[in-house]
């Protein structure tokens, strides 16, 4: 272990908790729940209800969701009432289930256990994307561009999973580059339970295996989707599910729609200045769509550029209107594919092409701005 990159991905965990540490005590008067964004629209369970602080006119965001699941890890105390998509909430059960671990189960602890392993992840995502970087011949301190991820961003900000998801595509991206089997079969595997779509590393590395010829590789990559399936079927068992929204489309049709789509705000000026930040947003997750494929033609065929491919292919297909009005909804499910090509650019030294997905991050840090504002008026005053 490096321990340059060691002290890099420390900072960064650091830096995380102190901001997330500032704005649970400026904004949201020490209450470390307001990071859960539980809306009082939502229902929550009577157990938890009294510590939680709740967002007014609000229906909340997924990190509550997760919450709830992190305090009843394995179904057995009916918490799957109090979420939305039961089924489809209780599949992603990684973040919880090792929050509930690292509490020992314990409820009054779970909460902190839960933003602890949010911290874990940002630790490793900029860890591997320095090990990345150092195998580049760039400086490690690069590693910490994975902070500027829209994935990262959103979960430090709601406690999301796309975070982890991509910090464990950063880890296999590494693995991938190292020749390093066992990091890939770990990463690939964990992913899996993290979200759905991280089964898509499983995938890639089976392929990968495969047109080298290399079958006994490819069947124990592939067994790295035993455990999600395994517990995708215990949940399949104990769950009933309304079917999820559906927020497909034809191949780049949302991404063109988005560009004629305008959010309606109350504020004259506070609607020009969100239309322009949205057109810059979703141009330069286009830009990033190219760039991606760009990288994977020049890359050649590896288990890396196959995993980066599934999702570009996935950003084609989102197109949802709700799911493509802000850069928080549509950017995040394809983080990695946008991680890879800040990882491609910046190591070869072609910074002019960090400028697309930097686009997409400045509509996500809009976000910050007003619990930046919270905080500086808590220190001054």
């Known amino acids: 272990m490096s321990k340059r990159r060691f002290v890099i991905a420390l900072a960064a965990a650091a830096g995380t908790l102190l901001w997330q540490a500032l704005t649970v005590h400026y904004n949201y008067s020490g209450n470390w729940t307001s990071l859960f964004f539980t809306g009082d629209k939502s229902t929550i369970p009577p157990a938890l209800a009294a510590g939680t602080l709740v967002i007014p006119n609000s229906t909340g965001y997924d990190g509550q969701m997760y919450r709830v699941i992190a305090h009843d890890p394995f179904l057995r105390e009916g918490y799957q009432q109090y979420l939305d998509l039961p089924r489809l909430r209780y599949r992603r059960i990684l973040i919880s289930v090792l929050a509930w671990a690292f509490a020992f189960g314990s409820s009054n602890a779970i909460d902190a256990a839960y933003i602890g392993v949010m911290l874990l992840f940002v630790f490793l995502g900029v860890f591997w994307c320095a090990g990345y970087f150092e195998l580049r011949k760039s400086p490690p301190a690069l590693g910490l561009m994975f902070l500027l991820v829209p994935a990262t961003l959103t979960s430090v900000d709601r406690l ?49 295996h495969l047109y080298r010829r290399q079958y006994r590789d490819a069947v124990i990559s592939a067994a790295g989707a035993i455990p999600a399936l395994l517990w995708f079927g215990y949940v399949e068992t104990r769950t009933v599910s309304p079917e999820p929204a559906h927020i497909f489309t034809i191949p780049f049709a949302g991404i063109i729609r988005r560009f004629f789509i305008f959010r309606m705000l109350s504020d004259p000026l506070l609607q020009s200045a969100f239309r322009v930040v949205d057109l810059i947003a979703i141009a330069g997750y286009a830009l990033s769509l190219w760039l991606a494929w760009r990288w994977i033609r020049k890359d050649g065929l590896s288990a890396t550029t196959i995993a980066a491919s599934f999702f570009l292919a996935l950003a084609t297909v989102l197109g949802s209107r709700n799911h493509m009005m802000d850069a928080y909804g549509y950017a995040r499910p394809v983080s990695p594919m946008l991680l890879y090509v800040m990882l491609r650019a910046a190591a070869s030294r072609r910074w002019h092409q960090l400028v697309p997905p930097l686009m997409v991050t400045l509509s996500i840090l809009i976000y910050f701005a007003k619990p930046l504002i919270g905080i500086l008026k808590g220190i001054v005053s």
Do not use: M, Q, Y
């Not at 991509?166 to 880890?171: D, I, M, P, S």
């Not at 390093?180 to 779509?197: F, N």
């Open 160 to 208: 999301l999973l796309d975070g982890p998801l991509t910090a464990l595509a950063a880890g296999f991206f590494l693995a991938d580059l190292r020749g390093s089997r066992e990091l890939r079969w770990w990463t690939s595997t964990l992913a899996g339970l993290v979200k759905e779509t991280g089964l898509a590393l499983v995938l890639a590395a089976v392929v990968a």
